[in-house]
């Protein structure tokens, strides 16, 4: 079995690097012959791209013109390793940081059964990046929850991690069946990624993890979080939390999510929701919800060039 890592990076060479050196010591189970780190620039403009090339000569570097966002980004690397006949992909964020034995718990669950499609760590908060940082203690940090499975809320259309702002103390250390992974890091299929797609590239950034595991699971397949697994994200480095461009896609995305696969009294719902956005949301939600109605999808137009 072959492994394709497909780590994104847009102007994050320090981030890359230090996610890149954790990957360097991942264990490789027993079943995989072969491990290829690819690494997808998004026409970074730090210096990222020579740091890469001098630290970690061997990785695969595919450069993209322009900033393609998440969901393109990703793509591209899939892409690559699907021409080159590799069977699982480890779709990780490059601000984070693995445990050696991420891989060795993922492929034992997703080798269980057929119908396991995806696997998905507990990933904890990075020391020091947690949402309300000054509530724990220093043996605290590193043991913050970030997601320990997820949650649709299908009435309003949004998508929760469980477990988030709790210190670890095995409350969340169940197998289980989970409705969506993070795009934070994951592990999938080639054969579901063939019957199913890719990312959808209209979302850009945020939500496109939650389409495809809809779709995932429409197809019949499981999503399943393996607690042994562990990953710490140094959380909101593609978008500060609460800011505009986290304002403008998850508006603009729930809508795009939920027109696809919520129920008709949902839907409809959604219609008067963004109409009210339009009117009464902050300034980038009113944008978001505008160019939903206007089937603007992509990158933000307004946004400035990267």
């Not at 964020?93 to 059964?113: A, E, Q, R, Y």
């Not at 997601?147 to 670890?168: K, P, S």
């Amino acid at each position: 079995m072959k492994l394709a890592i497909i780590i994104l990076n847009y102007n994050g060479k320090r981030d890359t690097l230090e996610c890149l050196k954790t990957v360097e010591d991942l264990e490789t189970p027993s079943l995989v012959t072969r491990i290829k780190k690819i690494v997808v620039d998004n026409a970074s403009q730090d210096g990222s791209l020579q740091l890469i090339r001098k630290k970690f000569p061997k990785i695969e570097l595919i450069v993209n013109k322009k900033n393609l966002g998440f969901a393109q980004g990703n793509n591209i690397g899939i892409q690559w390793a699907l021409k080159k006949d590799y069977d699982y992909f480890l779709l990780l964020n490059n601000d984070t940081l693995v445990d050696k034995s991420l891989l060795i718990h993922l492929f034992k669950v997703i080798k269980k059964d057929k119908k396991i499609a995806i696997t998905v760590p507990k990933i904890y908060f990075a020391p020091g990046y947690e949402y309300h940082r000054d509530r724990y203690t220093p043996e605290e940090r590193g043991r913050v929850i970030w997601y320990a499975g997820g949650r649709i809320d299908w009435q309003n259309v949004l998508a929760f991690h469980h477990g988030v702002d709790q210190v670890d103390k095995g409350q969340f250390n169940r197998l289980e069946e989970t409705n969506f992974a993070s795009g934070c890091c994951f592990l999938i299929k080639r054969k579901v990624l063939k019957k199913v797609g890719l990312f959808d590239q209209r979302y850009f950034l945020y939500l496109e993890d939650v389409d495809l595991c809809q779709r995932v699971k429409e197809a019949g397949f499981k999503i399943v979080f393996v607690p042994q697994a562990k990953v710490w994200h140094k959380n909101a480095g593609s978008s500060k939390v609460g800011g505009g461009l986290h304002d403008y896609y998850l508006t603009r995305n729930r809508f795009l999510f939920g027109m696809k696969f919520a129920s008709l009294r949902t839907k409809i719902s959604l219609f008067k929701d963004g109409v009210r956005i339009l009117f009464k949301g902050r300034e980038e939600q009113k944008k978001g919800a505008r160019d939903f109605f206007l089937y603007q999808w992509g990158k933000r137009k307004s946004q400035k060039k990267d």
